[in-house]
């Protein structure tokens, strides 16, 4: 009887042991996420929630992201690299063509849970590539006591901004010679940098479209009509501003810190649209979560994407941090839909285009300038500038293709 008893006990404790065997694998299991600083620490608050439901653990590093590409590139290899990076978008393209990071598959009511310009952001070569977590644009920042109420229009507003230029005061500010910040200009009349059908058509380049020379032109005669006078450089525009000397700024929510301690009394609105009811376009900035070509549990990294964007999360990573969410619920959240800065921020953003995230961009930068350049100190008109840039960017994207088998 004794020995019958000993045995049955021993059976049931193999059989338990099996039991918990897969549970002590999984409990073994640490995903680890590059992330900033300021992120982790609200993460890090939340994410119990995500280790209990999948018996892992899940450990932030305080990388900021603007490192993690290049730190990838040797730690991944080795061992030492994450499951998952936050990264900018624009810097995409260049890591899936170093193989660092693998493409990700969700289904459509997880997508369409964010904004569609955030998803746009990143496709590159048809597939998807991880799910944005916030992004940003730039909008139209103004001093109420200067422009109680945003003009209707972008020609009203550029109207109103050569009546209030005179004896140092100026109506509307931005550096013409930055096609960042230019941009919502031409993304308004049509331009485009690069065709884009669930990714971006290098070949295809609309810098010297009708709109584009039309946008080109219009900053031209900010510069001719001394409304925006040259050596006008983002500091300058910024200095004046929290100066009480200008009524307006084209800047992003970075610049929102510096005006609330120089006291000004500001708004942020969108930018006015056209006459014609067009909307102006700025770029988009998106920032994402990727997972990690190197990760050896790329499937339990695509779910803890999925809680890291979820509602709950990035409403505490706006209510912590401001940085705007890319997902609508959480925009239409009262934190944000009664919140004037969140809501307008939200709102340009949303009538924006992705930077494009193709090493090719880099081919873009500096003709593009060039041509803006050369329009304002009349050096060379809109229309043969902007041919001459596209010609100069094909050039240089074939340059790069040749030496790098792009």
């Given at each position: 009887?004794?020995?019958?008893?000993?045995?049955?006990?021993?059976?049931?404790?193999?059989?338990?042991?099996?039991v918990?065997?897969?549970?002590?694998?999984?409990?073994?299991?640490?995903?680890?996420?590059?992330?900033?600083?300021?992120?982790?620490?609200?993460?890090?608050?939340?994410?119990?929630?995500?280790?209990?439901?999948?018996?892992?653990?899940?450990?932030?590093?305080?990388?900021?992201?603007?490192?993690?590409?290049?730190?990838?590139?040797?730690?991944?290899?080795?061992?030492?690299?994450?499951?998952?990076?936050?990264?900018?978008?624009?810097?995409?393209?260049?890591?899936?063509?170093q193989?660092?990071?693998?493409?990700?598959?969700?289904?459509?009511?997880?997508?369409?849970?964010?904004?569609p310009?955030?998803?746009?952001?990143?496709?590159?070569?048809?597939?998807?590539?991880?799910?944005?977590?916030?992004?940003?644009?730039?909008?139209?920042?103004?001093?109420?006591?200067?422009l109680?109420?945003?003009?209707?229009?972008?020609?009203?507003?550029?109207?109103?901004?050569?009546?209030?230029?005179?004896?140092?005061?100026?109506?509307?500010?931005?550096?013409?010679?930055?096609?960042?910040?230019?941009w919502?200009?031409?993304?308004?009349?049509?331009?485009?940098?690069f065709?884009?059908?669930?990714?971006?058509?290098?070949?295809?380049?609309?810098l010297?479209?009708?709109?584009?020379?039309?946008?080109?032109?219009?900053?031209?005669?900010?510069?001719?009509?001394?409304?925006?006078?040259?050596?006008?450089?983002?500091?300058?525009?910024n200095?004046?501003?929290?100066?009480?000397?200008?009524?307006?700024?084209?800047?992003?929510?970075?610049?929102?810190?510096?005006?609330?301690?120089?006291?000004?009394?500001?708004?942020?609105?969108?930018?006015?649209?056209?006459?014609?009811?067009?909307?102006?376009?700025?770029?988009?900035?998106?920032?994402?979560?990727?997972?990690?070509?190197?990760?050896?549990?790329?499937?339990l990294?695509?779910?803890?994407?999925?809680?890291?964007t979820?509602?709950?999360?990035?409403?505490?990573?706006?209510?912590?941090?401001?940085?705007?969410?890319?997902?609508k619920d959480?925009?239409?959240?009262?934190?944000?839909?009664?919140?004037?800065?969140?809501?307008?921020?939200?709102?340009?953003?949303?009538?924006?285009?992705p930077?494009?995230?193709?090493?090719?961009?880099?081919?873009?930068?500096?003709?593009?300038?060039?041509?803006?350049?050369?329009?304002?100190?009349?050096?060379?008109?809109?229309?043969?500038?902007?041919?001459?840039?596209?010609?100069?960017?094909?050039?240089?994207?074939?340059?790069?293709?040749?030496?790098?088998?792009?």
């Amino acid at each position: 009887m004794i020995r019958k008893v000993f045995t049955g006990c021993a059976i049931l404790a193999c059989l338990f042991c099996l039991v918990l065997a897969p549970v002590s694998v999984a409990a073994s299991t640490t995903l680890t996420v590059w992330s900033q600083t300021e992120h982790n620490e609200i993460l890090r608050t939340l994410v119990g929630k995500f280790e209990a439901e999948h018996g892992v653990k899940v450990e932030f590093i305080d990388i900021h992201p603007l490192g993690q590409r290049e730190k990838l590139v040797l730690d991944g290899p080795a061992g030492k690299g994450p499951d998952i990076v936050s990264v900018p978008h624009d810097g995409l393209g260049l890591m899936v063509l170093q193989g660092t990071i693998s493409p990700v598959e969700y289904p459509d009511e997880v997508l369409d849970q964010f904004m569609p310009v955030a998803i746009e952001a990143l496709y590159y070569d048809g597939k998807l590539w991880g799910l944005p977590f916030a992004y940003n644009s730039v909008a139209l920042m103004y001093n109420k006591d200067l422009l109680p109420e945003v003009p209707a229009t972008f020609e009203e507003l550029i109207s109103v901004a050569k009546e209030m230029t005179h004896d140092g005061q100026y109506g509307l500010l931005w550096d013409l010679t930055n096609v960042y910040f230019d941009w919502p200009i031409f993304g308004g009349k049509g331009a485009y940098i690069f065709g884009f059908d669930e990714g971006f058509d290098v070949q295809d380049v609309g810098l010297a479209n009708k709109g584009a020379v039309e946008a080109l032109n219009i900053l031209a005669d900010m510069r001719k009509s001394g409304m925006n006078p040259e050596g006008t450089d983002y500091m300058v525009a910024n200095s004046l501003f929290m100066e009480g000397k200008v009524a307006a700024v084209i800047d992003g929510a970075w610049a929102l810190t510096g005006f609330r301690q120089a006291g000004v009394n500001y708004g942020v609105a969108k930018i006015p649209p056209y006459a014609d009811g067009s909307e102006l376009s700025p770029l988009v900035s998106v920032s994402t979560y990727a997972i990690s070509a190197f990760s050896k549990n790329k499937e339990l990294a695509a779910e803890l994407i999925k809680f890291l964007t979820s509602h709950e999360v990035l409403l505490a990573i706006y209510e912590g941090t401001a940085d705007l969410p890319p997902r609508k619920d959480v925009i239409a959240h009262s934190a944000v839909a009664n919140h004037p800065d969140a809501s307008a921020l939200a709102e340009q953003a949303a009538a924006g285009m992705p930077t494009p995230n193709v090493p090719e961009m880099n081919a873009v930068w500096q003709p593009f300038t060039d041509a803006v350049v050369a329009v304002l100190t009349g050096q060379a008109d809109a229309e043969m500038a902007l041919e001459m840039s596209v010609e100069m960017i094909h050039e240089a994207i074939a340059e790069m293709h040749r030496g790098a088998n792009l």
